[in-house]
């Protein structure tokens, strides 16, 4: 069982910057990509970064530009960078993690943007 403890959501406001962080644990013996997700209010969740154990990534459109994904794999952690912050960008913010066939998630993160 993988556990995904996500942190640093929060309020802020629009042009702000917020830090997000995923620490995974328990029965680990290699992730490859983890990434992050959002969903807002009647939406469907949708991809906002990804890196895989290259450290190689990949955006939404929408975060290019503004959000930096990072990981460090000693730690086992994935971390999101959000500059930026738009009202647009306001969602509960899911890390996800593959390990081997299988896939986790947190449970998620709010971030609130006011304008």
């Known amino acids: 069982q993988v556990r995904l403890v996500e942190s640093g959501g929060g309020l802020v406001q629009v042009g702000g910057s917020l830090s997000l962080s995923c620490a995974a644990s328990?029965?680990?013996?290699?992730?490859?990509?983890m990434g992050w997700y959002r969903q807002a209010p009647g939406k469907q969740r949708e991809l906002v970064a990804g890196?895989?154990?290259?450290?190689?990534?990949n955006y939404a459109d929408s975060v290019k530009g503004r959000f930096t994904i990072s990981r460090d794999n000693a730690k086992n952690t994935v971390y999101l960078q959000m500059n930026s912050l738009k009202p647009e960008d306001a969602a509960v913010y899911y890390c996800?993690?593959?390990?081997?066939?299988?896939?986790?998630w947190g449970q998620g993160t709010q971030v609130t943007v006011s304008s």
């Open positions: 328990g029965s680990i013996s290699s992730i490859n990509t």
């Open positions: 890196i895989t154990t290259g450290g190689s990534t």
């Open positions: 996800k993690a593959q390990v081997g066939g299988y896939v986790y």
